[in-house]
């Protein structure tokens, strides 16, 4: 019954190569994000899409291409890896209809996936 | 621009003390949403509250408590009787209904309870 899951929890790859991480949901949200956490804890946005339509890039290199097929999964491509890479990516959603519900405007987060890059 | 400001970068206390930890945010917006999230060793982003911009009540969970007062703009979260399961990073959130709809996260505070 897991709400928000990523895949894999844990990557470990060599510079320079290409890797994905998925994230699906299962709340019906439309709108899904991807979170980096840098390793002094810091929290920042990277992506927003809203039914598969990005509506938020912060300034993120190009090597990383999120891709939303559905309004449940949004995936983060990156390519080219650099030891910079090394982060926890939290991926999110986040429900824009029903403003009375009680969780309306929370945002529900996945796991985690700690990418290391050697 | 929003911006969350947690001054408090680490904090310790002993078993059962109370300890407040601080939150100051920015925001041009009249409508907004602030949150705490707890992060556990574990890694997971465990959510605590959720507080629009039009409700300034004060709210008590259990041995959590948060003060929100727009006029000093801040959020501040209290632990009653502090528990070494407590122990984990507090990030205090902005989410603004400006049209970007991004959460804006604090530095995280991190405190440790010690037995």
């Known amino acids: 019954d897991t709400a928000v899951s990523q895949t894999p929890k844990y990557l470990v790859t060599q510079m320079g190569n290409d890797k994905s991480i998925k994230c699906e949901q299962n709340?019906?949200?439309?709108?899904m994000y991807w979170y980096k956490q840098d390793s002094k804890k810091f929290l920042k946005i990277m992506f927003s899409y809203n039914n598969k339509e990005l509506i938020i890039n912060e300034t993120v290199p190009n090597r990383f291409s999120p891709k939303s097929p559905d309004k449940a999964h949004l995936n983060l491509h990156i390519n080219s890896l650099e030891l910079g890479d090394s982060a926890v990516y939290f991926c999110a959603s986040r429900g824009t209809s029903g403003k009375q519900t009680e969780y309306y405007n929370e945002q529900f987060f996945g796991p985690g996936t700690r990418l290391t890059v050697l | 621009a929003q911006k969350v400001t947690q001054a408090q970068t680490e904090i310790s206390v002993v078993e059962k003390e109370d300890v407040t930890l601080d939150c100051v945010y920015e925001?041009?917006?009249?409508?907004?949403?602030l949150f705490w999230y707890k992060q556990p060793p574990s890694g997971e982003l465990v959510f605590l509250i959720r507080r629009n911009s039009f409700d300034e009540q004060n709210e008590i969970s259990g041995r959590y408590s948060w003060n929100f007062q727009k006029s000093t703009s801040s959020f501040n979260f209290t632990i009653t009787a502090s528990q070494v399961v407590d122990s984990a990073v507090y990030f205090c959130a902005l989410l603004d209904q400006g049209g970007s709809e991004k959460l804006v996260f604090g530095k995280g505070t991190k405190l440790t309870v010690n037995p």
């Open positions: 709340l019906g949200h439309d709108t």
């Open positions: 925001t041009r917006d009249t409508t907004y949403y």
